[in-house]
RNA sequence: GGGUGUGUAGCUCAGGUGGUUAGAGCGCUACGUUGACAUCGUAGAGGUCACAAGUUCGAGUCUUGUCAUACCCACCA
């Protein structure tokens, strides 16, 4: 028995308990079948669900669902991240609000700490996922810092670093001051500010008097700089080349230099060169061989290098402008816009800073990973990512991997006591290698630094699946079908995912990347904490269903189009569960799913014939659509079958059978519903699998579960059928439309003559008759005479000469009286209209928008005066 | 500065290779409690498809340009 209303809170998490505790989201081995596999993009840890993880996994699970129900061995591999920033730093606040850092714990302590956080406020991610519905096999769950992951990872950092693509350098590379940690491009964001233009001049050694003038947006750092670069083509400045200038304050001799990065069309086509503090002054340093002067300590402030240590950078700089105007050498100060680099994490001013990290060769990986998508092993959809994908990858920086934290994956690196490097999978391993070199037993010391979280993502896709190890789940299910996941980790994840697998397994990750938009707010907005108007999936479900959720967000995905939130729109998929949920009420109500014995191609009623064919054709189209993954089409697809179809139709038509007294029909008919619910059942378990799976359990005893129905492929769509009861339906829309038109009374049962019928649609009228009389309410319907085609009757329907004698039913003389009168009212209306826009004196004078609302009103009541017209010249006849 | 999108009904958006009358949901108007459903039904109003030129028998769809808007990348002395 199906409960009156529906209350998804009801059954929702009974069915997921159910689902999981069968194992009904474990591949069958054994299943000779085709393999379907996706890799889940892991979530933090620590995370909480936020919409776009609710879009995501929407989407993957729908494919999954359907893959599944394909009949094909389905894995969809779970796992969350370690998330190194990140979660280092929610512990690290933690512990400081009880006032402890994490250097009072010491690295083992702490590490110790955060494996702790992890365990107890790990799993709310995860548990989050399942209340959306998420099919994925659990039993599987990885993480990337567990003991398999970490070997993978360790695994592949030797292979990289033996066939030289990871190698340590000092370069400049963004630090994170907060964090004291170098991060990759990737994690600088740009903001634009607006700054300050500091103008002054540094005296020319040896020519009292004379000086060179330069700009700058960072005055503190001049203690840095080692030279002075002008243009060969500056006419103005070219002399000065090959001089000597002093930086004011410290009195310290830098030359003037001839470089092309000096535009003479900026600034003052003077450019002071702080090679340790400016990517592009480091390369203008590279090619004159300058020195490197470094003046920040790594906490940000000023260091011993210049005459203000300990100090911040505003700081310095404050007290930097006030001796330069003392000293005379201040030519003005600007307002400038200008981008300052952020860390997206820690939000503090990242600091170009010279410092020992290891870097992976990305330029070398990356040709690989470009080949590939090049020659369509594999594919993004939609493909204009593909571009965004190859710009990217071919401008390609060597990618920064170490971290100075303390949370992530310890990089597999001993040192020697002269610092000779050994690069081992193992401690053990690294000691015989080192031992063998000295020729003596050495202590050794290990790396400190950890990797970027990025690097062991990188891998996941077959590091999940048993690699390094050759297991049965890598064999089957790699490389996997499919990766679906959000634009803006495309750089982040993608690319690395490529690289990696191109490098270690010789093959693609995956074969296709979907990629979808974000989740705004109902106003377009970004989503943020910040901005206080995000949404938390988990009350919207807990409010409208995992359902309605679900349906959401496959309805509004079109492919390469962000995703505005609409609570309005949740609520019309809540609706349409509640919708269907009593579509199945009423089967259940007229006694339908008791015999299941049901040949859908031995169907006699040409309703019943009907429903079927469109039935099967909404099953197709889902299926295509999504195998071209256009989610909102195949949503769409079966709401409008659902709805349109079934409920607003093939019900209302069915009543009278069902109602009535010939019991074969009523036997098919109702055998015929169940089949259709079924079918609905099984199309809409992709978008929607609460509900479906509730009224599949509840509509009859089955040998298989809804989860493992298998998906109808290549049924035979009678169209005859359709287009039969198409014109049914268009008749009697036909009508109700006229009825409206013509102001019938909801009691009024006319009858209508279909003029100039042909033998198909008298044929129609006689099979359908009492179907078309009970909906359209109509006394009687009867075919006139002649010959018409199908499309012709369209048009009569269209052009109103459907002929309904009224007589009886309504009163022509008080209807053609109040006609009358409308029309009068009109023409006196139109007259004053037409008195007043003739007199120029009122088109002149009164303002614009007054004339204009006066001709809009014109055309009102003209247009009301045509239809008035209309109606009275309809019931001359009568 | 380079690149990629977007601009269609009051709102939010669909509109594979050009092809009858451009669609949906919400909102709006009128009617309706007819034995699944008011979380509903019936009917209806509402569009110069941003603008301009071009290709074509035919353009929302293709080309070029303009305007508006969003995002990505780089740089900014």
Redesign the pocket.
């Known amino acids: 028995m199906l409960e009156k209303?529906?209350?998804p809170k009801d059954f929702e998490e009974k069915i997921y308990a159910d689902w999981e505790n069968s194992g009904d989201f474990k591949p069958d081995m054994r299943a000779n079948s085709d393999a379907f596999s996706i890799v889940i993009p892991p979530p933090n840890v620590t995370g909480y669900l936020h919409m776009g993880h609710a879009l995501n996994n929407t989407l993957q699970d729908i494919l999954v669902r359907y893959n599944r129900m394909l009949g094909k061995k389905v894995l969809w591999q779970p796992g969350t991240d370690h998330a190194g920033i990140a979660t280092q730093m929610v512990v690290e606040r933690n512990l400081a609000k009880e006032g402890i850092s994490r250097h009072d714990l010491g690295r083992e302590k702490f590490i110790e700490t955060v494996w702790k956080w992890k365990e107890h406020s790990g799993g709310t991610i995860t548990k989050q996922l399942r209340r959306l519905g998420a099919s994925c096999d659990w039993s599987r769950e990885r993480f990337t810092m567990d003991e398999g992951l970490s070997r993978a990872v360790r695994k592949i950092f030797v292979h990289l670093y033996k066939d030289g693509l990871i190698y340590k350098a000092k370069k400049l590379v963004n630090w994170d001051p907060k964090l004291g940690t170098a991060v990759s491009?990737?994690e600088v964001?740009?903001k634009e500010t607006v700054g300050k233009?500091y103008y002054y001049k540094y005296p020319i050694e040896g020519e009292k008097g004379e000086y060179i003038h330069?700009?700058?947006?960072?005055p503190e750092t001049m203690f840095g700089d080692t030279a002075v670069a002008v243009s060969k083509d500056n006419e103005k400045l070219k002399h000065l080349i090959g001089k000597n200038c002093i930086i004011p304050i410290i009195d310290k001799v830098i030359p003037i230099i001839a470089d092309e990065?000096?535009?003479?069309e900026?600034?003052?086509?003077?450019?002071?060169i702080t090679p340790a503090h400016?990517?592009?002054d480091f390369e203008v340093g590279k090619r004159h061989n300058l020195p490197l002067v470094n003046v920040l300590n790594a906490d940000a402030t000023m260091n011993e290098n210049t005459p203000y240590p300990g100090l911040t950078t505003q700081e310095a700089r404050v007290k930097t402008i006030e001796k330069l105007t003392e000293l005379g050498l201040m030519d003005k100060i600007e307002d400038?816009?200008?981008?300052i680099p952020y860390g997206d994490r820690s939000g503090v001013v990242i600091e170009p800073y010279m410092t020992d990290q290891w870097f992976v060769d990305a330029p070398v990986l990356a040709k690989e990973a470009i080949r590939v998508v090049e020659e369509g092993d594999m594919q993004f959809v939609p493909k204009?990512y593909e571009?965004?994908y190859f710009?990217?990858m071919r401008?390609i920086q060597p990618w920064c991997i170490s971290r100075q934290l303390w949370w992530g994956h310890q990089m597999p690196i001993w040192y020697g006591p002269d610092d000779t490097i050994f690069c081992e999978e193992t401690e053990a391993e690294a000691q015989a290698a080192a031992d063998k070199h000295y020729g003596k037993h050495v202590e050794l010391r290990r790396e400190t630094d950890v990797l970027d979280t990025w690097f062991s993502s990188g891998l996941w896709a077959f590091s999940t699946l048993g690699w390094p190890d050759k297991t049965e789940y890598l064999e089957t299910f790699y490389p996997t079908s499919l990766l679906i996941t959000a634009f803006?980790i495309i750089?982040f994840w993608v690319a690395r995912m490529m690289m990696m697998s191109m490098y270690m397994m010789k093959r693609v990750p995956f074969k296709k990347c979907y990629i979808h938009g974000l989740v705004r707010d109902e106003?377009?907005q970004?989503m943020s904490k910040s901005k206080g108007n995000t949404i938390d999936p988990l009350d919207t479900i807990e409010k409208y269903g995992a359902d309605a959720l679900r349906f959401f967000m496959a309805a509004?995905e079109?492919?390469?189009?962000?995703?505005?939130l609409?609570e309005?729109?949740i609520?019309?998929y809540?609706?349409f569960?509640?919708?269907l949920w009593?579509?199945a009420?009423?089967g259940e109500?007229?006694d339908c799913f008791t015999n299941r014995e049901f040949n859908p191609d031995n169907a006699k009623l040409a309703v019943n014939q009907w429903i079927i064919a469109k039935a099967r054709e909404a099953t197709k189209e889902v299926t295509?659509?999504l195998e071209?993954y256009?989610f909102?089409?195949a949503a769409?697809a079966v709401?409008q079958f659902v709805?349109?179809s079934f409920?607003?139709w093939y019900?209302?038509m069915i009543?009278p059978i069902l109602?009535g007294d010939n019991d074969a029909d009523k036997a098919e008919t109702r055998a015929a519903f169940a089949w259709v619910l079924d079918r609905i059942l099984i199309i809409l378990h992709p978008f929607m699998p609460f509900i479906t799976t509730e009224l599949w359990n509840n509509t009859a005893k089955r040998d298989t579960k809804l989860i493992h129905a298998s998906w109808p492929k290549d049924e035979n769509i009678d169209t005859k059928a359709m287009e039969r009861i198409d014109w049914t339906i268009d008749l009697i829309?036909a009508v109700?439309?006229l009825?409206?038109?013509m102001n019938l009374p909801?009691g009024a049962k006319p009858i209508i003559y279909l003029k100039d019928a042909n033998t198909q649609s008298i044929d129609n009228l006689q099979s359908f008759g009492k179907i078309i009389c009970s909906l359209a309410r109509l006394e009687k319907a009867e075919a006139f005479h002649g010959e018409v085609t199908p499309d012709m009757v369209?048009n009569v329907f269209?052009e109103s000469t459907l002929l309904m004698p009224l007589k009886g039913v309504v009163d022509f003389a008080a209807e053609k009286e109040r006609l009358q009168k409308e029309l009068a009212g009109l023409e006196k209306r139109l007259a004053g209209y037409a008195n007043k826009l003739n007199n120029p004196g009122f088109v002149e004078r009164a303002p614009a928008a007054v004339v204009e609302e006066e001709k809009r009103r014109q055309a009102e009541a003209l247009e009301s005066k045509s239809k008035v017209e209309a109606a009275l010249a309809r019931i001359a006849n009568f």
């Open positions: 209303n529906y209350n491009d990737l964001v740009q233009m330069i700009a700058t947006t960072r990065h000096a535009d003479p900026k600034g003052t086509g003077a450019v002071k400016d990517f592009n400038h816009p200008m981008v204009s571009k965004t710009e990217w401008n803006d750089f106003k377009g970004k509004m079109t492919q390469g189009r962000d995703i505005n609409s309005a729109r609520t019309g809540r609706n569960a509640t919708k009593n579509a009420r009423f109500m007229n295509d659509n071209s256009r909102s089409d769409n709401y709805w349109g409920c607003d019900i209302e009543k109602y829309s109700r439309s009825r409206a038109e909801a369209q269209k």
